[in-house]
Every structure is written in C-alpha cells, then in structure tokens.
C-alpha cells in the first residue's frame, strides 16, 4: 500500500480504491455477482505531471479515471484531490472541485452532442458554472478556439462538419474551459490516424507548459504513453501491477506482466525489432468476475510459483519511487 | 519482369453515393512474389481494403464498380472471372482473414462446422477427413483440447481465439496467398504478439504469400519483407522493408515515420506533426494527392500527380521532389 504522507507536490492522492459493479440475473434481478473492475489501486499524481495508465483492454483503466472523478460512487478507498477527500463531498462543494477536474474522451464522435454548434459545447460549462455571462462567452470561447488551434470562425459550425483530430480539438477546448488544474485524458487518441495523433499529442504538451496543468493519461499504445509521461502505471485485472518514473520503468521493468507487454509492442524499425527478445504471453486475460486467487496475473505469468495462487502480492516500493506487485521482483533488481 | 504470382495493374474503383462518386483506389498497380510477405500500410480511407476487394470479386456492387485494370492469378484475370469461379480461388487458392472474426463467423454454427465446409466443399474431403482435419488445424493455430472445442460456438471462443480460427479457415485448403486486412488491430498487444508469432511460425512451415494490411508501421516492419504505403487511393511508394525505414523518400513516409513515438525512444523530443487532413476523395486528383500537406511542395506538384519513379533498387516513391535536395527530382 502507498501510504505516503501527502505533501504539498501532490495534487491527488488514490488509497485502495475499489469500483465493483454488481452483476443481476434472474426475474427478481438478484445480484449474483460482481465485475471487479477497480479493485484496489493506489497512488498519487504529482502537480504538474503527466502520470501514464497502461494496460490492455478492459482492464478497468476508464474505471479509474472515472472512478476518481465520482462520476461513480466507489465501492471502496478513498481520492484526495488537494487535500481534499472527493468520496463524501456533496452539492456546491462538489461542484466547485469538478471545475478543477476535467476529462477527454476516447470517441470524439459519441462524446460530443451533435445537436450542438462548437460554440455552444466549448460555452456550455462557462454557463453551467456560471463563470461568464453575455459576450463575455463569446469572447472566452474564441480564445479557447485558439488555443487549441482551431479557427474562432468555426465557432458557429456542428460537430459533423469536423475531421476526428478537429473533434478532439473541440473536446480539448471544453476541457480548459474552466481553468482546470487536473485533466484526466482517457484514450485521447486511439481513435485518430497516425499522423493526426501526432498534433493531438503535441496539443496537449503545449497547453500543460502554458497552464501547468497536471494529467492523468490513460493509453493502451506503450509507445505514446513513454512519450508522453513522467510516470507510468501499469493495470492488470483491475490492479496496478508497477509504477515508476518512465525511464525506469521502461528501461528496467520488475514485474513480468510489464515484462511481457513492453517485449510486446511492435517497434517501427526492422532492426531493431529483429533484434529483441520476445515474451509470448499464453492464454487470454481471465474476466474480472472471477479473478484468479492470490496474483491477478498468475494464470498467464511465465515464473509463476505455488506461492503465488495462495496469497496476493503486496503492492510494495522496491526501489525509491519504483513500486511493483510480484513476490518475486527482485530477481529483477 | 520478376514472376508474380499475382499480378495486379492499373485498378480503379469506385463508389457511387448520394454526395459523389468516391474515387477509393486511382490506379493501383503491384506485384506478389511467390512465398513473400507483402506489407500494406497507409491511414483510414486510403484505400488498402478496397484494393484487396476488388482483386477479390468482393466489392458489394451497387455502390461500387470495379472501373479498370486486371489482376491475374494462375494466368487468369480475377476481375474476369465468373462469380462461381472466383468464389472457388478465394475458398482454395486465396485465403483471406479480416478484422473483425465475429462479422465472418457464422454465430449460429459451430466452429467445426464452419472448419469442415470449405473442406468437403473445395477439395472433396468426406465428412469424417474433414472432421479430422479440422481439428488438426484448431491446434496448428495453438487452440488447446481441439477436438473438443470443435462444437463451440463463436462466442465462446475469446478474440484472440476466433482470430486464430480465421487463420485456421483461411489456410484450411493450403492457399498459395494469405490476404489479411488489419487482422490484428482489434486486439490487445499482447494477443497480437501470439497471432503475428503464430503466422511467422506458418509461414516457415507452409510458405505461403502473405498481403498483411495494417495502419501499424511497427508490426509490418517486424513481418513484411516488401511494403506498400497508400495515400488517398495510390500507392505513394514501394520499397524492401529494411530500406523503406532507413531510407524513405516520399514525404507522407517520411512524415508518418517521423510522427511515431518509439517505445525503445531515449530522449523525449517533440513528435513531427503532419498538419492538415488525409484528403477527401470525391475527384480523381489531377494534383500530387498530398500536396496541401506537403512542406516540399512545388508548383509542379500542383499540375501534374507524380507516378512511381525509380528512387534506389527496388525502390519506387511517387514523388517530383528528392527532399534530400529539395530540388526537382
Ligand atoms: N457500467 C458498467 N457495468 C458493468 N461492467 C462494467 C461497466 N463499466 C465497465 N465495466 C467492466 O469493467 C471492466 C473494466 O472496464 P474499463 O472500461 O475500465 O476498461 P478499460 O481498461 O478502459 O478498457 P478499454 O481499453 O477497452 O476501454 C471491464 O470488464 C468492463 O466490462
Ligand atoms: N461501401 C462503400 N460505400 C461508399 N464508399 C466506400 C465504401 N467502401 C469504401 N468506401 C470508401 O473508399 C475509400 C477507401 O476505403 P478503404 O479501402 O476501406 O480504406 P482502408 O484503407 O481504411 O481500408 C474510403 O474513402 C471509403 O470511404
Ligand atoms: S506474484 Fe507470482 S504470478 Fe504474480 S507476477 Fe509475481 S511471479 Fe508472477
Ligand atoms: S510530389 Fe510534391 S507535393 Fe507531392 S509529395 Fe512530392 S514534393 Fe510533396
Ligand atoms: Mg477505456
Ligand atoms: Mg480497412
């Protein structure tokens, strides 16, 4: 468990935190079971970082965005958003901490409302919280236009008449609305083209310089993630298996999932990628309804021992700053 | 003239909608070596799926038209042939696996059913070979306890797994050439890992020819021996894998290679961007297609799209410009 003492770096702090949802069956919708999709992560984000959550699909990374936003009720643990605790702050209070969080969504075609011009989405949370009136929203919306470099007189314009990297533009430019200190960016641009990623990505680092913004960037593609962050997560089965600054973690990976994804990731360039060693991972990742006992990864790790299925590892820091769920990290070291 | 075994020139089709004709595929032409891995990479909508349509006889028309060119097989047109015939060729001698297994799989039948049909059908087996044989080739794609599994349905087999049986469909007949359009994409990294392990390993036992589609420069350099990349309906160059990462000369190569972040990158640099959109394909270009995005555009460029020059040894990029230079080529 990360029970370090909060201090005045940190912008959230994540202790435990679990998210079950229930599973119904039957004519009496009887609850038989649950998908533990968070089950007990915990860790902080520095002000003014980007922290990377990787891992493969499924594995309850929206979850925890999601989770830590209170856009669900946690079934367990505890966020800290300075130095606030989000998990029982109510109305107003709650209020004024969510135009402190924001977050970007993975579609830019479902999550914004085609009903709607650009003006009126990018305007919607300035009325809503009441932080400006009149023309003083025209104004704000042309500026927040521009910085995410689209042109202010498309601001009359429907979400359609947009490419995928102008939608998410768009989403960008509502997310700052606010002033936020805290973006959490889930999956921002998985659904972009190649060459389009690129300026998303570039965006997103320009903008965190200007306002000293602090992400959460939640990402399948290892590659991008190395590129964009400080510190990386890496989530299996509803569990954060390692964590540690970017270099480390990609030039020294302790645990043998972050092992086995890392040798994984295809490398755009015929040498080097003949030259690397791969670990081909056996079998599918098992349903979070019914997670293996002991280690969550045991059912596909290649060094798995007896130990392993009796009791779950602690999520412990090994080295400073570098924390890793395996009995058997050390042999890493 | 190397022996092709496909041998594919000068494709046009189109799609007639309510806001244009779409002009997907502008004249494609290439060639397929026999037992080589060819790769074919470019973004969304340039046009890779539907060049491997067309070759097929797969092109759902109205709304689309095969407009022009010719694809011959074994000394046979494809594009010519009768739709029995050609149903024949892509059962038997062309395999093909696309994106998403459970849009090719028949939900309601079971895995072995769907294994045994092409067999009886294709190459005459009787019910008990086929039966036997398709177990054999549920665990030549690494399924464990095949026998048993052959009375699944598809949703009960993972992605991973149905992805392997495609596979296993598709090399059933023991095909000459291997089409596979973004077979990997839905998958996690992990899966992929198994599945691209899994082909190589065929590859080397059955020596096939593989077209592998894919958006992913990263997994064509670790499996294709030749690539093709795509812009707006062209192929914009062509070139042995090893030489089109070390040394590309078109500039969409250069700039899709220079916008991914690497997981083996050292030093964090700023990614290079390509501004502005993939085009919009309502006209056939009179234009180099990229030219809006292009920072070595001339005026040439503007008048007349550039066909696929000689650049090195077995090195085309349709390009006027050598960016080396910056002068005309
Ligand atoms: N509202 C919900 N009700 C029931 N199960 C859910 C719900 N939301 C998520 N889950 C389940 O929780 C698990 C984690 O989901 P989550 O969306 O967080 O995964 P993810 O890592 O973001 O995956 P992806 O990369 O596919 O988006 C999955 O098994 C998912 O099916
Ligand atoms: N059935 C169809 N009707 C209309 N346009 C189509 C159809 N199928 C493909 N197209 C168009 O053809 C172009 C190339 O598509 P495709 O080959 O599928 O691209 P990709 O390279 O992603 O596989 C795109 O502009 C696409 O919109
Ligand atoms: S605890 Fe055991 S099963 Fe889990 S990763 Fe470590 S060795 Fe593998
Ligand atoms: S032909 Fe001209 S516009 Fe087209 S890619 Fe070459 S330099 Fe750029
Ligand atoms: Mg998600
Ligand atoms: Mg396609």
Redesign the interface.
């Known amino acids: 468990m990360v029970t370090k003492e909060m201090n005045n770096d940190t912008l959230l702090h994540v202790d435990d935190l679990k998210m079950h949802f229930p599973i119904h069956r039957g004519v009496f919708q009887r609850q038989v079971g649950a998908v533990r999709a968070v089950d007990g992560v915990s860790f902080d984000v520095k002000r003014g970082e980007t922290l990377g959550l990787v891992g493969?699909?499924g594995c309850g990374k929206s979850t925890t965005g999601r989770t830590i936003l209170q856009l669900y009720k946690p079934t367990g643990g505890s966020v800290t958003f300075e130095g606030t605790d989000l998990v029982n702050l109510k109305g107003e209070q709650m209020r004024q901490m969510r135009r402190k969080m924001q977050m970007i969504f993975q579609d830019p075609y479902a999550s914004l409302n085609p009903r709607m011009t650009v003006a009126q989405l990018v305007g919607e949370p300035l009325m809503v919280h009441n932080a400006a009136t009149g023309a003083e929203i025209n104004e704000r919306v042309a500026h927040l236009l521009e910085l995410v470099n689209l042109n202010p007189a498309f601001a009359t314009r429907y979400p359609h008449e947009f490419?995928g990297?102008q939608r998410q533009r768009i989403g960008v430019a509502r997310a700052l609305a606010l002033q936020p200190s805290f973006i959490i960016c889930d999956e921002p641009i998985s659904a972009l083209?190649?060459?389009?990623?690129?300026?998303v990505?570039?965006l997103l680092?320009e903008l965190q310089e200007q306002f000293n913004l602090t992400y959460l960037f939640i990402a399948?593609d290892?590659?991008?993630v190395?590129?964009?962050s400080d510190r990386v997560a890496v989530m299996y089965l509803g569990v954060i298996v390692e964590l540690a600054t970017r270099d480390e973690l990609?030039a020294k990976p302790l645990h043998p999932y972050t092992q086995?994804?890392?040798?994984?990731?295809?490398?755009?360039?015929?040498?080097?990628?003949?030259k690397r060693k791969?670990t081909?991972?056996q079998g599918?990742?098992p349903s979070p309804a019914n997670p293996p006992s002991g280690c969550r990864f045991r059912t596909r790790c290649p060094i798995a021992e007896a130990v392993c299925a009796e009791s779950r590892p602690e999520f412990r820091e090994i080295r400073p700053g570098h924390f890793v769920a395996c009995f058997f990290a050390e042999r890493f070291l | 003239m190397p022996d092709f075994i496909l041998d594919v020139q000068g494709l046009e089709t189109t799609f007639r909608t309510p806001d244009g004709v779409v002009h997907a595929v502008n004249g494609v032409s290439f060639g397929l070596l026999e037992g080589e891995t060819l790769g074919v990479v470019g973004?969304?909508g340039c046009g890779k799926s539907v060049t491997m349509l067309s070759v097929l006889g797969l092109i759902p028309s109205p709304p689309g038209k095969v407009e022009a060119g010719k694809a011959i097989f074994s000394g046979q047109d494809l594009l010519k042939m009768s739709k029995e015939d050609i149903r024949h060729v892509r059962g038997a001698q062309i395999g093909m696996v696309f994106q998403d297994p459970m849009t090719s799989l028949n939900p309601v039948l079971t895995i072995g059913r769907q294994l045994e049909e092409p067999l009886m059908l294709h190459i005459g087996m009787t019910k008990n070979q086929a039966r036997e044989r398709a177990a054999e080739l549920l665990s030549m794609v690494g399924i464990p306890n095949a026998k048993d599994r052959l009375n699944d349905y598809p949703h009960q087999y993972?992605g991973?797994?149905r992805q392997r049986v495609m596979i296993a469909m598709a090399l059933s007949c023991s095909p000459q050439i291997l089409i596979a359009d973004e077979p990997t994409t839905a998958l996690?990294?992990?899966?992929?890992?198994?599945i691209?392990?899994l082909v190589k390993r065929l590859r080397d036992e059955l020596g096939m020819a593989i077209i592998w589609i894919t958006?992913?420069?990263?997994?064509v350099?670790?499996l294709a021996q030749r690539v093709l990349v795509m812009y707006g309906g062209f192929i914009i160059e062509e070139a042995p894998?090893?030489e089109l990462?070390?040394n590309p000369e078109h500039p969409y190569t250069i700039?899709?290679?220079g916008?991914?972040?690497?997981?083996?990158?050292k030093e964090?640099t700023?990614?290079?961007?390509?501004?502005g959109?993939?085009p919009v394909l309502y006209q056939k270009p009179d234009a180099c297609p990229f030219a809006p995005r292009c920072k070595w555009a001339m005026e040439h460029c503007w008048q007349e799209n550039p066909p696929l020059l000689v650049v090195g040894p077995e090195h085309r990029a349709a390009c006027w410009v050598d960016t080396r230079t910056g002068r005309h080529r």
């Open positions: 493969e699909s490419s990297g083209d190649v060459s389009i990623q690129a300026q990505v570039n680092e399948h290892l590659s991008m190395r590129h964009i990609y086995a994804l890392l040798s994984a990731v295809p490398i755009p360039d015929p040498v080097a990628d003949a791969r081909i991972l599918d990742v | 973004e969304s993972s991973g797994m996690d990294v992990t899966i992929q890992a198994q691209m392990d958006h992913d420069l990263g997994v350099a670790g894998v090893q990462y070390s700039g899709l290679l916008s991914l972040p690497r997981v083996d990158e964090r700023k990614l290079f961007s390509i501004e959109q993939p």
